[in-house]
């Protein structure tokens, strides 16, 4: 593997970074213009990713990976990607890795309950509403996965804050979560990963997750 | 299984975290990144961040801390205090905030909860409830406390739900700062007229209160802030304590 040696120091250096080691993957966060990409930006950046916040659409596809971050509401989101749904959809056949997060996970499917849009429709099925006595579903709950990013994880709990959740019509659960009857929490199709709960969020653990997460592209480069 | 969540609480006002009694008598504790960041550290599920002096003294609220709060904050944080409109509230997510909280201007345009809900998503919006019992019932009071409204505090809940509010803040004013534990009737009353998360907060005083209140109500979270601020009870002593107790905690 061929890294790049610098001297330079980067910020925050954590044990996420290989000392003098410039972090190579270069991952787009999409902005759709609502809430705070700082969280997702910053706990990429400590699990050794190069992010960038990106609020053109087209120039998303630029990058290495692409992240679909949980802020807003179903259709907030998919206005602002809903005319390149198909150079997006295109992008993630042809395998660019995509990291879909609570919202930035039910975008993927076919529709969503929770708005009129379209979503991008790379998984079969629809984003439902939870049917838990008390909705949204806030906090801290266990994910059950035996998927490689959960490798090492300190605990098995994640932050969820999420009122739907993906309904998958094809073989693409990779991980599940318990409230008041279990739900599918997280997603993979090939090299697309939607996950409903927070790893920017999740302390610890969402940061072993997320530096699993770059490790996995770093390899694919 | 959903576990409950333990918050400490950071007043703010001038960039430091106070803690008053009775929303009275401020007294300085410390910074809101310093704090956070240790209370995370401790186990915290989430931070509180109010500036408390924002409607009072009609300021916003104090972007530049709560982005140094942010920066290095790894658990949700939810920040209030001043937040007037949608643009507010954006201003707020974009420097950090994962929820925002509304009160004042929520009661004086009720529509704002549901303009935020729609562009954001209701998992954002927090909705902050300072009650004062009143014989039978709680009201509703505003400006930190200080101006009483003609809210009934169980009925503005269930209106701050329909309305598109993803949780309430609920602070009993009878019970903050007296560490005597939660208003556990005020608690139930509004935890079982709504069916979205509840944040009991006010009296907390160790972590039998805490104990008190999710066993004795619909509480989803609980508040606290003295027991952390003066290092009485640590956040991870806190869940020890539940979890022996049956309390499924983090």
């Not at chain 1, 049917?131 to 035996?146: I, L, Q, T």
């Not at chain 2, 005597?180 to 998360?197: H, K, M, Q, R, W």
């Not at chain 2, 003295?226 to 020890?240: D, L, R």
Request: aromatic letters at 8%; glycine letters at 10%.
């Amino acid at each position: 593997m061929v890294t790049i040696r610098r001297s330079v120091k980067y910020p925050e250096s954590t044990d996420s970074y290989r000392i003098g080691q410039r972090p190579r993957v270069r991952v787009s966060i999409a902005d759709y213009g609502v809430g705070n990409l700082h969280s997702i930006r910053k706990a990429l950046e400590l699990a050794g990713a190069r992010p960038v916040v990106e609020s053109n659409m087209r120039n998303l596809l630029d990058a290495d990976a692409i992240v679909f971050p949980g802020v807003g509401a179903f259709d907030a989101a998919m206005s602002k990607l809903d005319r390149y749904r198909d150079i997006i959809l295109d992008r993630l056949m042809a395998g660019t890795p995509c990291l879909g997060i609570c919202i930035g996970a039910q975008i993927l499917f076919e529709g969503s309950d929770e708005g009129d849009m379209p979503g991008i429709g790379l998984i079969k099925g629809r984003v439902v509403r939870l049917s838990a006595k008390r909705v949204p579903h806030m906090g801290w709950n266990e994910v059950r996965s035996d998927d490689g990013m959960f490798a090492g994880v300190p605990s098995p709990y994640f932050y969820f804050a999420h009122s739907y959740c993906g309904r998958p019509e094809e073989d693409v659960t990779m991980g599940i979560t318990d409230y008041e009857g279990e739900f599918p929490s997280v997603f993979r199709k090939k090299n697309v990963l939607g996950v409903q709960f927070h790893p920017e969020k999740s302390s610890a653990s969402g940061a072993t997750f997320l530096r699993n997460y770059v490790k996995y592209l770093e390899e694919k480069l | 299984m959903l576990t409950k969540r333990i918050i400490p609480c950071l007043d703010v006002t001038d960039g430091k975290v106070v803690k008053g009694v009775k929303f009275e008598n401020l007294e300085g504790i410390g910074y809101p990144p310093e704090l956070a960041q240790a209370y995370e550290k401790q186990g915290a599920d989430e931070i509180v961040f109010l500036d408390i002096t924002a409607s009072v003294d009609a300021r916003k609220t104090l972007l530049e801390s709560v982005e140094r709060t942010a920066e290095k904050l790894f658990v949700p944080l939810t920040v209030g205090g001043g937040i007037r409109s949608v643009e507010d509230m954006r201003t707020a997510l974009k420097a950090g905030a994962d929820k925002v909280s509304v009160n004042s201007a929520a009661i004086a345009s009720p529509e704002l909860i549901g303009e935020c809900a729609r562009e954001f998503g209701k998992q954002c919006v927090v909705v902050a409830i300072d009650a004062k019992r009143e014989g039978d019932k709680w009201m509703v009071h505003t400006h930190g406390g200080r101006r009483r409204t003609e809210l009934d505090a169980v009925s503005w809940a269930g209106e701050a739900e329909d309305r598109g509010a993803g949780e309430l803040l609920l602070t009993s004013m009878d019970a903050d700062g007296t560490a005597e534990g939660y208003d556990i009737e005020l608690t139930a009353a509004v935890a079982d007229a709504v069916s979205i998360p509840v944040i009991a907060s006010g009296g907390c005083g160790g972590p039998e209160h805490m104990y008190e209140v999710f066993q004795q109500t619909g509480a989803s979270a609980a508040l606290a802030a003295s027991i952390f601020h003066y290092g009485t009870w640590t956040v991870a002593q806190v869940k020890e304590y539940l979890r022996d107790r049956g309390v499924v905690v983090r």
